[in-house]
C-alpha cells in the first residue's frame, strides 16, 4: 500500500476518552514478563491504540520525555509526547496540521492501523525543549499486535541522531575534499609546460598521486553509500577489454606500482556490455590495488577477463603472493587486514559492490604454487 499520506482517513482527529483508555491501559500489566524486558532495553517502545493514543511506554520512552509515569501521557498521540511543534498548531491535534502530511513519523502508524502490517522508516520530529526547537531523529518501526481480540500497534524507535549527523558531516567532508584534490590537480596540469623536462618522472609520479587521491576518496564514498543503501545503479555501454586498459592506465601511476609491472593478458575478450562500469572499475581496480601491495619490487600483475563456461563474463587479478589459510578464512570480513588494524575495507567492499550492486560473484584463489587470483563473475543477463 503506498500512502504518503491518508487524506480521507476519518479517524484522524477521533480520540477514545481517558476511561476507555484507562481500560486499554489494563491489557499491559506491568508484572507481566515481556513488559519487563522492554523495560530493561536501550530501546524506546510505546504501545497505541487503533486511534494513535498511548496505552503503554517502557521506562527508556518515559526518560526520553523526562518523565516518571506512564499516566502523564496515558491518552495522548506520538508527537504530543514528544512535544512536536506541529502536534498542537491544529485544534483537532497531532497529525492534523498541514505540515502533519508529510511526517513519516505518523503516517507509517496510519498505514500500519489501516493494513494491519508491520513498516517502518526513518523519522525526523521537532521537538520544542525549554523553548528551543530541538531535532530529533529515530529509527521507527511499527507492528501491530492481538491483546485480548484487540488490535494495537507496537513502536519501537532507535536514536538515529549520531547517525544522521555523522552521513551529513560525511557528505560535506567527501565533497570538499574531493573539490580540493581536483583543483590541486588542475594546478598541477596548468604548471606541466612551466616546468623543466628533467622533472618529467617526478610530475608523472605527482599526477599519478593525484590520480590516486581522488580514487581512494571516491571509493571510500561508495563504501559508505552502499552500507547506507544510498548507492544507485547507471547502467552504461562499454567494451570489457577497455576496461582493463583504462584500469592499467590509472594504476601505472598508483604509489604502489613504482618499479612493479601491471600486464593484461593476451587472451582477454573484447565484447560490448552494459552495466554499472564505474562499480565494475571500483572492484577490479581494489583488486588491482591489493595485488600491487602484495607484489615485491619487479614482481608482476596480471589482469584479464574471459567468458567462462556459464557464459558469464570473469574479471580477475592475479600475482605471485600467497595468502594463508588463517587469512584466508576472514578476507572479505569488514575493517580485517594483515596490514593494520585501520585497513580492511578494500576486499569488504568488492564483495558489497559485485554482488549486491553488481549482482555478480567475487572471490578468490590463492596457493603457494600459483599465487593468488581475485575475481568477479558478471551474470550472463548483463551483457548487452
Not at 479517524?11 to 523495560?39: G, H, M, T, V, W
Not at 493514543?53 to 527508556?60: D, I, M, P, S
Not at 609520479?205 to 571509493?219: A, P, R
Not at 587479478?317 to 587469512?327: A, D, M, P
Amino acid at each position: 500500500m503506498d500512502v504518503k499520506r491518508l487524506e480521507n482517513f476519518s479517524n484522524l482527529a477521533k480520540r477514545l476518552d481517558i476511561s476507555s483508555i484507562k481500560k486499554q491501559a489494563e491489557n499491559f500489566n506491568l508484572n507481566e514478563p515481556y513488559l519487563k524486558a522492554f523495560d530493561s532495553l536501550n530501546i524506546f517502545i510505546i504501545i497505541l491504540n487503533s486511534c494513535r493514543q498511548v496505552v503503554y511506554a517502557n521506562k527508556t520512552y518515559l526518560k526520553l520525555i523526562n518523565i516518571n509515569s506512564i499516566s502523564q501521557i496515558l491518552g495522548k498521540t506520538l508527537g504530543e509526547t514528544l512535544s512536536c511543534i506541529h502536534a498542537f498548531k491544529n485544534q483537532c491535534g497531532c497529525g492534523t496540521a498541514s505540515a502533519c502530511k508529510n511526517c513519516s513519523a505518523d503516517n507509517i502508524v496510519l498505514k500500519s492501523i489501516i493494513v494491519n502490517e508491520e513498516f517502518e522508516d526513518e523519522i525526523s520530529i521537532i521537538r520544542k525543549i525549554d523553548g528551543f526547537d530541538t531535532p530529533l531523529n529515530l529509527f521507527e518501526k511499527v507492528a501491530p499486535i492481538e491483546i485480548n481480540d484487540e488490535i494495537f500497534h507496537l513502536v519501537s524507535f532507535i536514536d538515529a541522531t549520531d547517525s544522521v549527523i555523522r552521513r551529513t558531516m560525511e557528505k560535506i567532508f567527501f565533497h570538499d575534499v574531493i573539490n580540493t584534490a581536483g583543483a590541486l590537480k588542475g594546478i598541477l596540469n596548468l604548471l606541466k609546460d612551466e616546468i623543466p623536462s628533467t622533472y618529467e618522472n617526478q610530475i608523472i609520479q605527482v599526477e599519478g598521486l593525484f590520480e590516486g587521491l581522488i580514487d581512494e576518496i571516491q571509493s571510500q564514498k561508495q563504501i559508505l553509500a552502499a552500507e547506507n543503501n544510498e548507492l544507485f545503479i547507471a547502467m552504461e555501454d562499454f567494451n570489457s577489454k577497455e576496461v582493463l586498459i583504462t584500469l592499467k592506465k590509472l594504476y601505472k601511476g598508483y604509489s604502489n606500482s613504482i618499479n612493479k609491472i601491471i600486464n593484461i593478458d593476451e587472451d582477454s575478450i573484447s565484447i560490448n556490455m552494459k552495466n554499472d562500469i564505474t562499480l565494475l572499475k571500483r572492484v577490479v581496480g581494489n583488486m588491482i590495488k591489493n595485488a600491487l601491495e602484495a607484489t615485491d619490487i619487479n614482481g608482476v600483475v596480471t589482469i584479464g577477463c574471459n567468458e567462462i563456461s556459464n557464459g558469464s563474463l570473469k574479471y580477475w587479478v592475479k600475482n605471485g603472493s600467497y595468502i594463508s589459510e588463517e587469512v584466508q578464512k576472514n578476507i572479505f570480513k569488514r575493517a580485517f587486514s594483515t596490514k593494520a588494524n585501520i585497513r580492511g575495507l578494500g576486499t569488504y567492499s568488492m564483495k558489497l559492490l559485485g554482488e549486491k550492486y553488481l549482482k555478480g560473484d567475487v572471490g578468490f584463489t590463492s596457493n603457494k604454487n600459483e599465487g593468488t587470483c581475485f575475481y568477479i563473475e558478471i551474470p550472463k543477463e548483463k551483457y548487452k
